[in-house]
């Protein structure tokens, strides 16, 4: 099991990379894992991967993400550390700075269960 939480992220640098919310969309604008937690949550990860890869970050330059799921619930918990962790693998990383989690009604889809958006900081 990786760590899941830390309180403090400390960063230095003189840009700001503000990632939008990203959902389960695959490459090809389909919804990967309808219905399944973890497998969004992975996507939305290996989503942001691919953002920051293209400004010349990775998960060590996030300070913050934040995460959204639809009709959260306590017993969600573990399917969600079960994404972070399938990312993680996925990504040869651990993506877990200091992160928000919020619970909402609904997303920009029915299928989409989880949105993630971040904040790097880049040198």
Request: some cysteine.
């Amino acid at each position: 099991m990786i760590d899941v939480y830390r309180q403090v992220s400390v960063s230095t640098g003189s840009r700001l990379v503000f990632i939008a919310g990203q959902v389960a969309w695959g490459a090809g604008g389909v919804t990967v894992g309808e219905g399944d937690l973890a497998a969004q949550v992975e996507q939305c990860y290996v989503n942001i991967a691919t953002a920051l890869d293209r400004v010349g970050a990775s998960f060590d330059d996030v300070a913050k993400p934040t995460v959204y799921v639809v009709d959260w619930t306590s017993d969600k918990m573990p399917l969600l550390l079960e994404g972070i962790a399938r990312a993680g693998k996925r990504l040869g990383t651990t993506p877990v700075p200091p992160a928000s989690l919020l619970g909402v009604a609904a997303l920009d889809v029915p299928e989409h269960l989880v949105e993630i958006e971040a904040t790097a900081v880049l040198d």
